[in-house]
């Protein structure tokens, strides 16, 4: 299995492990990892039978304003801009031990800019690679619900109602 990881993270596959196919034919990410996990299988000429996507980075409902706030953030202090990222990704669930590394301004301008296209997840099915999205509906980083209705004609959803952006569960 192929995995990616999210912004400025490294070995998150682990928050997952309970919905992660282990095949050597999945390919999966987590949130910025989603969209390379998507390239790497459109564009792949390995056998792929699976592509799990979770909490698909989706920013294209964002207003440019939003966007603009956090480049400036970051560029105005990139570990704080992580720090509360990281807090973000957790929310409303207490914090966990992550592995992390300083993520890049262009990774964030990618991050931020990426629009999930018909013609990239088009290609993807035309392989025969199946399609798994998992979301988390009290999700504080991405609109979960514009990429659960985005993602509906392409791939098996799953909707979590009480779920944040790693899937967890919180009261």
Same mark, same amino acid.
């Given at each position: 299995?192929?995995?990616?990881?999210?912004?400025?993270?490294?070995?998150?596959?682990?928050?997952?492990?309970?919905?992660?196919?282990?095949?050597?034919?999945?390919?999966?990410?987590?949130?910025?990892?989603?969209?390379?996990?998507?390239?790497?299988?459109?564009?792949?000429?390995?056998?792929?039978?699976?592509?799990?996507?979770?909490?698909?980075?989706?920013?294209?409902? #964002?207003?440019?304003?939003?966007?603009? @706030?956090?480049? +400036?953030?970051?560029? *105005?202090? $990139?570990?704080?801009?992580?720090?509360?990222?990281?807090?973000?990704?957790?929310?409303?669930?207490?914090?966990?031990?992550?592995?992390?590394?300083?993520?890049?301004?262009?990774?964030?301008?990618?991050?931020?800019?990426?629009?999930?296209?018909?013609?990239?997840?088009?290609?993807?099915?035309?392989?025969?690679?199946?399609?798994?999205?998992?979301?988390?509906?009290?999700?504080?980083?991405?609109?979960? #619900?514009?990429?659960?209705?985005?993602? @509906?004609?392409? +791939?098996?959803?799953? *909707?979590? $109602?009480?779920?944040?952006?790693?899937?967890?569960?919180?009261?």
């Amino acid at each position: 299995m192929t995995f990616y990881s999210g912004f400025s993270l490294i070995n998150d596959q682990r928050f997952f492990d309970a919905y992660l196919v282990e095949s050597d034919y999945t390919v999966a990410g987590f949130s910025y990892g989603a969209i390379k996990a998507a390239r790497h299988a459109a564009n792949s000429t390995s056998r792929i039978d699976t592509l799990q996507l979770f909490s698909p980075a989706f920013f294209q409902t #964002a207003k440019s304003s939003f966007k603009r @706030l956090q480049l +400036a953030s970051f560029i *105005s202090d $990139p570990v704080n801009y992580r720090e509360r990222f990281v807090h973000g990704c957790f929310a409303p669930c207490e914090v966990q031990h992550l592995d992390l590394k300083m993520g890049t301004m262009d990774e964030l301008e990618e991050v931020l800019n990426f629009v999930w296209e018909d013609l990239l997840l088009e290609k993807i099915l035309e392989k025969g690679i199946r399609i798994e999205v998992y979301l988390g509906m009290k999700d504080h980083i991405i609109d979960a #619900a514009a990429a659960r209705a985005f993602f @509906l004609s392409y +791939a098996t959803v799953t *909707s979590m $109602p009480l779920r944040n952006h790693f899937l967890q569960e919180c009261t």
